[in-house]
């Protein structure tokens, strides 16, 4: 049985005459085989139609006819001299087994395109997933920093906090060494109150007494007071400094300056009167001290 050309075959399995040349050619003119995958293959190609420049007896493989180069016709140049003609039956079977090889090239196409589909679904699922870690991992180390921070922001401020004590006992010690030591830490035992004097007519009157020491009472701005007994020629400066050891630090750990109020008469004690001793300021025997926060300037 006579078999049809590449070209035929493609033809009479419904394939474009044009397109069929194009994939004779573009395949090296390999076989029906291969131009048929290369047809599935490029089916969808905008320009799959589209005519190659090159003479069709070089597409095909074959030489020009005398036809196809315009030359004169000799005796047995007649279309398909020497080629056996097929009959309707063997033409048929021909096609049947072109359909069939076309059907089992589409089968693998498909099947190709299912495993290629297959394997990006997998690509996909493993990118996302890739992906999903590292977004966990970038999370966890996003909060690590922030902890990481909100420590070193603490060890921070509890360092803040531990110079501002320093400070406040450096300024303590400074001023206890200023004025003579630790004010007032031993109180001493308090003055006896002398017993009226009898009058006598026969005598002269008693003279004024000397006191050493005198007793100061201190009320602080939150109702409650501070007693302690000085010496007499100590400086008003003493009985502040004893105020501002004993009166306790207040919210924020700092303290603000103090000022000394005398009860009554009412008087603002200034800070050339903080050199003065108790006893010239009138504060012997004993007072009473109102304790007030300094105002600025």
């Not at 309707?88 to 589409?106: C, G």
């Not at 920093?145 to 070193?152: D, G, L, P």
């Not at 007032?184 to 050493?212: F, L, N």
Request: some cysteine.
């Amino acid at each position: 049985m006579a078999e049809l050309t590449a070209l035929e075959s493609l033809i009479e399995m419904g394939f474009p005459k044009g397109r069929a040349e194009k994939a004779l050619a573009l395949t090296g003119n390999q076989g029906i085989e291969a131009a048929m995958d290369w047809l599935m293959e490029h089916e969808d190609d905008p320009d799959v139609d589209e005519p190659l420049a090159t003479p069709l007896g070089h597409v095909l493989g074959r030489e020009p006819t005398p036809s196809e180069q315009g030359g004169p016709k000799g005796p047995g140049s007649a279309v398909g001299e020497g080629k056996p003609v097929l009959t309707e039956e063997e033409r048929q079977e021909q096609t049947k087994r072109m359909l069939e090889l076309v059907a089992q090239k589409q089968r693998e196409r498909e099947e190709r395109e299912e495993r290629e589909a297959l394997e990006r679904e997998r690509q996909r699922r493993r990118q996302g997933q890739e992906l999903s870690a590292a977004r966990q991992r970038l999370q966890e180390d996003e909060m690590r920093r922030a902890a990481e921070e909100r420590k070193r922001e603490k060890a921070e401020e509890l360092a803040a906090r531990q110079r501002v004590r320093e400070k406040i006992e450096r300024d303590k010690a400074e001023r206890a060494k200023k004025y003579g030591g630790n004010v007032g830490s031993q109180p001493s035992p308090p003055a006896a109150e002398p017993g009226p004097v009898p009058s006598s007519p026969s005598r002269e009157p008693p003279t004024k007494r000397e006191y050493d020491q005198c007793r100061i009472q201190v009320r602080l701005p939150d109702g409650t007071s501070l007693t302690q007994t000085f010496r007499a020629r100590e400086q008003l400066a003493a009985v502040r400094l004893y105020v501002e050891l004993h009166r306790g630090e207040e919210p924020g750990g700092g303290q603000d300056p103090v000022q000394l109020l005398s009860g009554f008469p009412r008087r603002a004690f200034s800070e050339a009167d903080m050199e003065r001793p108790l006893q010239e300021l009138g504060l012997v025997p004993s007072a009473v001290l109102i304790v007030a926060k300094k105002c600025p300037g």
